[in-house]
């Protein structure tokens, strides 16, 4: 069918016919395609519902939510602290050093009284040092001390100065004492500014359950009070630093080509609005570029296409490459876009439905590998651009590497039924895919307790079982509508009640049962190689059907006791009528609309082989006669097929006409022939090789010595005719 086609276009075309498919499967691809692709208009609104599912046209960085997160991160962070644990030491030493002045301040004084009362008269009153000399006198040490001691005197009130100095040497000795524990403890722990207070009021807290007097308790007050200070301090320069780390290890969000902006159904809330109006959605069409990476990539498969198809010589051979190819592809991007309809969000594993491994398994039986190839590349460049809507999700990549690993791996089976290579072809096709399935589920981490992940896995297999399936059940109609001599077509020919072969049987008999006898041989003998045994059989059915024309000049059509033709011709007359039934029977078979190859085997059964008998006859006659005079118009075989039946149809005759046939007889005949065949290089262009020329040798012995056991003629020959008279006498 597509032969006839391609035939039909070729014919009315002419050499428009390839730029005409290459259009047409552009237009196809194009068509098919350009839903998923084209730009569509966008104009939303907060609070409108989205209609279908709004997805990023690209991948773009979110700012305003990266800065919150950043904002966030950066608050997170805890500030470093750092304990100065020598400011314990200060504090001891500044309040020791202060009852030291104190206490200096006191004895100076008192000693400085003592003198005057000592040189004072009798009647003479010396009146008591007062607490605000002491008090002025204890400021007056203050000068040979450290800026920073002073400071912390300076922040004790006046009370205290005035209060202490009324107490005595224990009291003030009792009071330091005190002072000094309650500070050392509070100190020794780590005091921030927020908790200062706090430490101070756990300090005055105890200071009640002193055995102190109340002056005494208001002294230690002060000095609990100024004494406990912060000691944990903030390090803002390192609090910055982490914060500033923190900042910069929180990762950009990101709206990624092909994220759900919002789905179908729901509504535009702000927070949407403000990433669609960020990747430019809102009241604007899509992006034009999908739609030109579209357009370049189907220009790129049909430059491939057609710097592939230079590989043949022939115009019509490349049109016929690239329909097959074009028509093959269409199909399956067809059947793709047909999947693609049902995937949702909900079942976005419908497309694992489709038979990715069904283009490249056909193109690589009919045409070759690498068309096979090519289309298992293509057909994932397509589901790109098919599957857009899926950019950005997981389940594109599951859907992309399924249908690429499914249609490489088709291009590793033999080029021969999917039926004939069983278990291998199972594993390439159904168990292989299926487990890189597997692979890519655990890579998306899916659980296989979800149903959803089972679902993925049933419909790989089922894209991957229907694959073969198709293949297998679809090949002999394939082969139908683009080989002339498909098992179909060669199923009709080996049929009895073929009108060629009741012809044949009907006016040359003889014909007819050394045809079948040529067939058997040929056929075992094809298949012991390998090769097309079917083809094989058909083909030496109607091989000499070109004798029904003149089927009395072949002996063994003659009927009983009739004197052969031949003796009453001249060797240059029964040359050509012998000729005639290789040239008559192809003519035959071409109106019959028969295989080429069925054809070309009956062209070439005998070769350029010589009719020796007749040039010897003709030699007697005329010394000047040449052998090329009387060989067959040929070509010589061009096909293992051809060149067995070659030697298969002269083996079979003049075994059948052997006297006493023996098995030794047989082997010597058969050999010596093959071998005549060889030297006179009637094989040379068959493609047979010595090793493939021995199994047949020694097939075709097999089958001549199971049939000819004993000395049998053709059914109507004389000796035959004679037997019976006999048989019929006693």
């Known amino acids: 069918m597509l032969n006839k086609t391609l035939q039909h276009l070729q014919k009315k075309l002419g050499k428009a016919a390839l730029p005409f498919l290459l259009f047409l499967f552009f237009i196809v691809v194009c068509g098919v395609t350009f839903s998923s692709v084209k730009q569509k208009a966008s104009d939303f609104r907060e609070g409108q519902v989205a209609e279908e599912s709004i997805r990023a046209n690209k991948t773009i960085e979110n700012t305003e939510e990266t800065e919150q997160k950043r904002k966030l991160a950066a608050e997170a962070v805890t500030p470093e602290y750092t304990y100065q644990k020598d400011l314990v030491d200060e504090q001891n030493n500044r309040i020791k050093q202060l009852f030291d002045l104190i206490s200096k301040t006191n004895e100076s004084i008192d000693k400085a009284y003592k003198d005057k009362v000592d040189k004072a008269k009798e009647d003479e009153n010396i009146p008591k040092p007062t607490t605000d000399e002491r008090i002025a006198a204890l400021k007056k040490n203050f000068e040979n001390i450290n800026a920073e001691n002073v400071a912390f005197y300076q922040k004790l009130p006046n009370n205290f100065y005035s209060t202490i100095f009324e107490l005595t040497a224990d009291e003030i000795a009792t009071v330091r004492d005190e002072s000094l524990k309650l500070i050392d403890e509070q100190m020794n722990k780590q005091v921030r500014e927020s908790e200062l207070e706090a430490f101070k009021q756990e300090a005055e807290d105890q200071i009640q359950y002193l055995d102190v007097s109340a002056q005494q308790q208001q002294v230690i007050h002060y000095l609990v009070d100024q004494g406990i200070v912060v000691n944990d301090v903030l390090n803002e320069k390192k609090t ?90 269409s199909i399956s991007i067809i059947l793709m876009k047909f999947f693609q309809l049902f995937q949702t969000e909900q079942a976005a594993y419908i497309p694992l439905f489709y038979p990715a491994a069904f283009a490249p398994l056909v193109l690589n039986f009919f045409l070759n590998r690498r068309a096979g190839i090519m289309a298992a590349l293509f057909q994932g460049v397509s589901a790109l651009f098919i599957f857009y809507d899926s950019i950005g999700t997981n389940f594109l990549t599951v859907i992309l590497m399924s249908y690429l690993f499914s249609g490489l791996l088709a291009t ?208 007697e006659r005329n010394p000047e006669v040449t052998e090329s005079q009387f060989r067959y118009p040929g070509p010589k075989p061009q096909t293992r097929e051809a060149g067995i039946v070659n030697i298969a149809d002269s083996c079979e005759a003049a075994v059948r006409a052997m006297d006493h046939p023996t098995g030794e007889k047989i082997e010597s005949f058969v050999h010596n022939l093959i071998e005549e065949r060889i030297s006179d290089g009637q094989l040379d262009d068959s493609g047979l090789t010595l090793k493939e020329i021995r199994k047949v040798e020694k097939s075709l012995i097999s089958g001549l010595s199971s049939t000819f056991h004993s000395r049998i003629k053709y059914p109507k020959m004389k000796t035959e005719a004679e037997k019976l008279k006999e048989e019929q006498a006693q």
């Open 412 to 619: 590793i089976l033999k080029r021969q039924r999917v039926s004939e290579q069983g278990l291998s072809a199972v594993m390439w096709v159904v168990v292989f895919p299926l487990l890189m399935d597997v692979i890519l589920i655990v890579y998306q981490g899916m659980s296989f307790s979800d149903g959803t992940t089972w679902l993925t896995l049933v419909c790989g297999f089922t894209g991957a079982l229907l694959s073969f399936l198709l293949t297998m059940g679809l090949h002999p109609y394939i082969e139908l509508m683009v080989n002339d001599d498909s098992v179909i077509v060669l199923n009709e020919l080996s049929n009895p009640n073929h009108p060629l072969l009741k012809q044949l049987l009907e006016e040359a008999p003889g014909t007819y049962h050394h045809s079948m006898m040529v067939a058997n041989l040929s056929a075992n003998a094809v298949a012991e190689i390998g090769g097309r045994s079917l083809l094989t059989r058909v083909a030496c059915y109607y091989h000499d059907i070109g004798k029904i024309k003149h089927a009395s000049f072949f002996v063994e059509n003659l009927p009983s006791g009739a004197e052969n033709p031949h003796n009453f011709l001249l060797p240059e007359d029964s040359k050509q009528i012998i000729f005639g039934h290789v040239t008559d029977g192809a003519k035959i078979l071409e109106e019959y609309n028969m295989p080429q190859m069925v054809i070309d085997i009956c062209r070439q059964h005998h070769g350029t082989t010589l009719m020796r008998y007749f040039y010897i006859k003709a030699k």
């Open 240 to 329: 910055e630093e982490l914060r500033q780390s923190a900042r910069e290890a929180v990762q950009p969000v990101m709206i990624f080509q092909g994220e759900i902006i919002v789905r179908e159904g729901n509504q535009i809330d702000a927070a949407a609005m403000k990433k669609l109006e960020l990747l430019g959605l809102t009241n604007q069409t899509t992006s034009i570029f999908p739609l030109v990476a579209m357009i370049m990539a189907v220009l790129l498969q049909i430059v491939v296409l057609v710097y592939n198809s230079l590989q043949f010589q022939g115009a019509g051979k490349r049109t016929e490459y690239v329909l097959f190819y074009v028509t093959a592809m």
